[in-house]
T-cell receptor, first 115, second 110 residues
Framework: SQQGEEDPQALSIQEGENATMNCSYK?????LQWYRQNSGRGLVHLIL?????REKHSGRLRVTLDTSKKSSSLLITASRAADTASYFC???????????????FGQGTILTVHP | AAGVIQSPRHLIKEKRETATLKCYPI?????VYWYQQGPGQDPQFLIS???????DKGSIPDRFSAQQFSDYHSELNMSSLELGDSALYFC?????????FGQGTRLTVV
């Protein structure tokens, strides 16, 4: 079953522009994480935001979390061609508490940044 | 810094054969997770182990089994392989923090 829905499914922008990706989920969560995946490669952890946090920053990344709307957004500022990848949100909804790694992934947004 | 190591990186098997995937977690990480990612799909949780005991189970077929050993490495055993088992298999490890993923094993069943 799918916990997260991401939109848009694909995003194409020019270098220097900002990219915003959204994620919605269905159940209560312990935390929400964003991952990046280059084509057919491994998943790289970007940022984790806990359910009691509303916003978090890491370098050019800004993540927001609205638990009342069960949604999150990932903003990449001043995008670079090297940011081209698929971006997934993943929720940790373990009933027994935080498990960190038992995650339900969204379908992902394919980001293409043109030089 | 040490990362999660998976082997092999690529594996080609025929239908009905058996495959074994290995995962070596980051040192001191005590929890291992296995995921399956089909072509164009999002990763799906299969199973996890904490301190060598199965801690959670997801959509893992009965044909698959896994275990975590005393040195914390884990193996995913897949029997009676089907064409639909062709996917990228990820292992991740954690220690009371975010999970770190390996590069994955790409399994192709022909």
């Amino acid at each position: 079953s799918q916990q997260g829905e991401e939109d848009p499914q694909a995003l194409s922008i020019q270098e220097g522009e900002n990219a915003t990706m959204n994620c919605s989920y269905k159940t209560s969560i312990n935390n929400l994480q964003w991952y990046r995946q280059n084509s057919g490669r491994g998943l790289v952890h970007l940022i984790l935001i806990r359910s009691n946090e509303r916003e978090k920053h890491s370098g050019r990344l800004r993540v927001t979390l609205d638990t009342s709307k069960k949604s999150s957004s990932l903003l990449i500022t001043a995008s670079r061609a090297a940011d081209t990848a698929s971006y997934f949100c993943a929720t940790d909804a373990g009933a027994g508490g935080t498990s960190y790694g038992k995650l339900t992934f969204g379908q992902g947004t394919i980001l293409t940044v043109h030089p | 810094a040490a990362g999660v190591i998976q082997s092999p990186r690529h594996l080609i098997k025929e239908k009905r054969e058996t495959a074994t995937l290995k995962c070596y977690p980051i040192p001191r990480h005590d929890t291992v997770y296995w995921y399956q990612q089909g072509p164009g799909q999002d990763p799906q949780f299969l199973i996890s182990f904490y301190e060598k005991m199965q801690s959670d189970k997801g959509s893992i077929p009965d044909r698959f089994s896994a275990q975590q050993f005393s040195d914390y490495h884990s193996e995913l055993n897949m029997s009676s392989l089907e064409l639909g088992d062709s996917a990228l298999y990820f292992c991740a490890s954690s220690f009371y923090s975010e999970a770190f993923f390996g590069q994955g094993t790409r399994l192709t069943v022909v």
